[in-house]
Antibody, heavy 123, light 106 residues
């Protein structure tokens, strides 16, 4: 059974840093891209960042480029989102999601999602 | 930009629901997906490639469209179908989602 579990959210002051983790199981982790999508409670979905499977790259939405960094540890089946210079507008539930396929267009479609971790940026 | 309409759809169980997703530019390759989200839950993938159902999705869900206009149709609403629905394009970077359509019980 495919499972995705986020952790690391919490309350952080503006300008601070936080690292989110996404632990996955039930599939060949190294073959799949993993993505972070965020959602302000009660609002819509926003793609944040994607890290490809083996041999592929990292991608970011413009508003987090240079502030967030996505990485993966294939030995631990875990993806990380290092967030720095946090702003109030980064407050959201952060979901980790698996790509629906190991390559092609479905890399950018998400079939398994975690339950999310809430990040609140406030003084 | 993806614009979903209507914002809210008030229908009764058994009725047909028609949800629209309009793109400001043509979606390359028909690369459009639909997700369902219920309160307190993560999104669930329904459709991809505009018209392909994801694993386990019942056939009362149908996706159609191309270019800039896409539609998700639920032929007969079941109680579990009342939720918020989002479209997502993946034909060009950056990935974008629509603002959502809430399907509520009338």
């Amino acid at each position: 059974e495919v499972q995705v579990l986020e952790s690391g959210g919490g309350l952080i002051q503006p300008g601070g840093s936080l690292r989110l983790s996404c632990a996955a199981s039930g599939f060949t982790f190294i073959n799949y891209a993993l993505t972070w999508v965020r959602q302000v409670p009660g609002k819509g979905l926003e793609w944040v960042s994607t890290i490809g499977g083996i041999g592929t790259g990292t991608y970011y939405t413009d508003s987090v480029q240079g502030r967030f960094s996505i990485s993966r540890d294939n030995s631990k089946n875990t993806v990380y989102l290092q967030m720095s210079s946090l702003r109030a507008e980064d407050t959201a539930i952060y979901y980790c999601a698996r790509s629906a396929a190991t390559g092609g267009g479905l890399t950018w479609v998400f079939d398994y999602w975690g339950q999310g971790t809430l990040v609140t940026v406030s003084s | 930009v993806l614009t979903q309409s209507p914002g809210t759809l008030s229908l009764s169980p058994g009725e047909r629901a028609t949800l629209s997703c309009r793109a400001s530019q043509s979606v390359s390759g028909g690369y459009l997906a639909w997700y369902q989200q219920k309160p307190g839950q993560a999104p669930r993938l329904l459709m991809y490639g505009a018209s392909s159902r994801a694993t386990g999705i019942p056939d009362r869900f149908t996706g159609s469209g191309s270019g800039t206009d896409f539609t998700l149709t639920i032929s007969r609403l079941e109680p579990e179908d009342f939720a918020v629905y989002y479209c997502q394009q993946y034909g060009s970077f950056a990935l974008t989602f629509g603002g959502g359509t809430k399907v509520e019980i009338k």
